[in-house]
């Protein structure tokens, strides 16, 4: 049973699921940050992934990565697996900006996190829900959480049949937001 690794589960913010992966978005306002983590059991590789899952991951992220380029100004999107802390496969996806506060370095350990406020992730969730519903499976964006304090967010409020692990909320047991340190 899938089951995503607890520091992802504490860094990030849940918004919804494609065919194959779970896309979270790192809770850390210097950058647009999105994570896709395949729904997969024990992978740590790409490579380890089917050949039908390894083309459905580079669909996923071309499909984000031009979501992202309509969404959000920046110089250099860049993308990213590295796995030396979270072992779990996961697909990074950060927007760079000429001048950001890392530039042109790595965004990796570099200085703290600056947690999303409530607001900020509100406008992000409604670019979601305008920019990627059609391709989010399961996804009523009208629909509330119940579990979500917050009452709003990207949910899968039937429960998911087909993400064993995921909640009714995601794989998060119904929290959406969650503040901790950077992933990787």
Not at 58 to 73: G, H, V, Y
Not at 93 to 120: K, S
Request: glycine residues 8%; charged residues 20%.
């Amino acid at each position: 049973m899938f089951q995503l690794d607890p520091r992802l589960q504490a860094d990030t913010i849940y918004l919804g699921d494609f065919p194959l992966s779970s896309l979270l978005l790192l809770n850390e306002q210097t950058y647009p940050w999105f994570i896709l983590v395949p729904r997969r059991e024990g992978i740590r590789e790409i490579h380890h992934l089917s050949e039908v899952d390894q083309s459905q991951l580079w669909r996923e992220s071309a499909i984000l990565a031009r979501w992202m380029e309509t969404s959000f100004k920046f110089d250099k999107l860049n993308v990213a697996v590295l796995g030396n802390i979270v072992s779990q496969l996961h697909l990074h996806h950060v927007a760079r900006r000429v001048g950001d506060p890392t530039w042109p370095g790595p965004v990796w350990g570099q200085r703290p996190p600056v947690p999303y406020v409530e607001e900020q992730i509100d406008v992000i969730v409604k670019q979601v829900k305008k920019g990627l519903a059609e391709y989010l499976v399961g996804c009523n964006c009208s629909a509330k959480c119940a579990g979500d304090a917050r009452g709003k967010g990207v949910c899968r409020p039937d429960g998911d049949s087909q993400a064993p692990g995921m909640g009714s909320c995601g794989p998060w047991n119904g929290r959406h937001q969650h503040i901790s340190t950077r992933s990787e």
